[in-house]
């Protein structure tokens, strides 16, 4: 497996007093069900003061899944034998969306919070990425995708939300599209026995 952490998530980094960069840290638990295959930075420019973790969480052939994701804390630069704290999302919105508002100094620690995919009981059954908070209290999120092990790997990556950039399609994107859309709905009739 590839290493899932964006460039943006490797250090702590500022560029014209906005906060690009910042060090979370992945934690493999091979033995369970969903590996963590993405973690970006939205950074203080483009997260425009929204302090959201976005998870994604796929199945095996990239279906959206429907699970328990935790947020736990506090990290401290090492897995914990059990977590003081954690919580599901306030909403039963998909993606699953964590607020984030917990301060640290990231010229000498790493944010306090972690997030993984868990059962009922908060029992982790994935890797942890961890290292995550508002960095000096500046306002960034993170997107998160984690996908069940043994799938296969997105054709379309799950993109982060980006202000500013245009929303109209063109038209090989909606050609691509157009055909993710059909892939899905295959896999929907086969998870239902439908024929075409």
Known sequence: MSDPLHENCRGFAESGGLVTGVKLTHVPMAQTKYELIEAT??????????????????DKK???AMVNCWMAWP??????ASWEGKGLPGNPNYPYQH??????NP????GPLAIYIGDANGAVNSDVIAGLGLPAGRHVGYHLVF???????PTQPTQPSQPNQPTTPAGDDI??????IEQKLDRIAERFGIQG
């Open 99 to 104: 607020m984030i508002t917990n301060v640290y």
């Open 62 to 64: 990239g279906v959206d």
């Open 41 to 58: 930075l939205i950074d203080e420019r483009a997260a425009q003061g929204n302090i959201v973790a976005r998870v994604f969480v796929k």
């Open 75 to 80: 990290w401290k630069g090492h897995m914990p």
């Open 147 to 153: 996908q069940e092990r043994g799938g296969q790997t």
């Open 107 to 110: 010229l000498n620690s790493q």
């Open 175 to 180: 050609l691509a599209r157009l055909q993710r």
